[in-house]
């Protein structure tokens, strides 16, 4: 199969999907890999290079980002079309990404290997934690997992990287058989030292806390984080929050089989979104969304010298559009 549609909130298990394609490539080729965002390139754009001829390999990977936004026919056929080809082999790899659980009807008919990789059960992801620490020699205590799955964004990459970072932090111990980490770890190594992202900066804003959220916005912008990731991760919030409206009215807003399908499985999410749904309804989130797209172009545009500016201001039209 030379052509994938992986989709869905869980990138741990995403990213190592795209891991297994590279590695059965890599195996037989040198590769060549190309990364595209489907909001900045069309699909023939993608489609001409999954057809040229590699000059100093014999196979590639194509992964196209983003795939949800793929909406139009012509585009979507394009793509389509090639996965159907006669013209495509076994050398060349189209990856097909998204957070989202769908993309545009006509993929239906992609000759494509297709995967969603939901978010973990919160049984599932104290079962992860635990065995994470376990085979790297640590013991750790259910109040502690728990403590952790607060703390970290609802994903196994996430999770891994975040753990990865306490055992780092805490030697194993040697003399003894397994070395415990203890609710001091995590309070030091990951509530104090903990990163800000666009997810905190959501739960600000689901929360309605302008200057808490300008806080956050400041640190990433400090921090060198892509003002466009920012809003890319921003507006994945608010189409979330579009479905948990939707789950609210039809009377599902407590099933939890539904909410995980949506990608609001962990206790810290829901709440976050729960909050969201008091300040924002289907007209505020579609403003949210408008918004978001209007700032991506203005961040592209000769004025992005100020874009300290122009995401505080950013922030507080959104913190408005939720005044219901």
Known sequence: MSAYIFLGP?????????????????????????????????????VDNLQNQGLFSDSRIVIVKNAEVIKKKDEVEQLVSWTKSSNN??????ILLSDEIRLAAGFDNAKANKQVFYEMFENEKTEWVKDFFR???????NDCIAAILELVENN?????????????????NKEKKETSITAQDIEKWLAHNREESAFTL??????????KALESMSVMLSAKESPQAILAALAWCFRK?????????????NNSFELKKIGLSSPKTKTDYVNAARRYDFDAVEACLALTAQYDALLRSPVAVMENLLMDRYILTLINAGAK
């Open 156 to 172: 196994t990459d996430a999770l891994k990287r975040e753990c990865s970072r306490l055992i780092y932090f805490i030697p194993n």
């Open 241 to 253: 929050l579009d479905d948990y409206l939707n789950l609210c009215e039809e009377g599902n807003a």
């Open 10 to 46: 869980e990138l741990g298990k995403k990213q190592d999907a795209v891991n297994n394609v590279r590695k059965k490539l890599k195996e037989k080729n040198a590769t060549e890999e190309f990364v595209f965002y489907a909001d900045d390139t069309p699909s023939g754009v993608i």
């Open 135 to 141: 085979r790297e020699g640590y013991n750790i205590n």
């Open 89 to 94: 082999n076994e050398e060349t790899a189209l």
């Open 202 to 211: 959501f739960s600000r804003i689901a929360s309605g806390d302008l200057s």
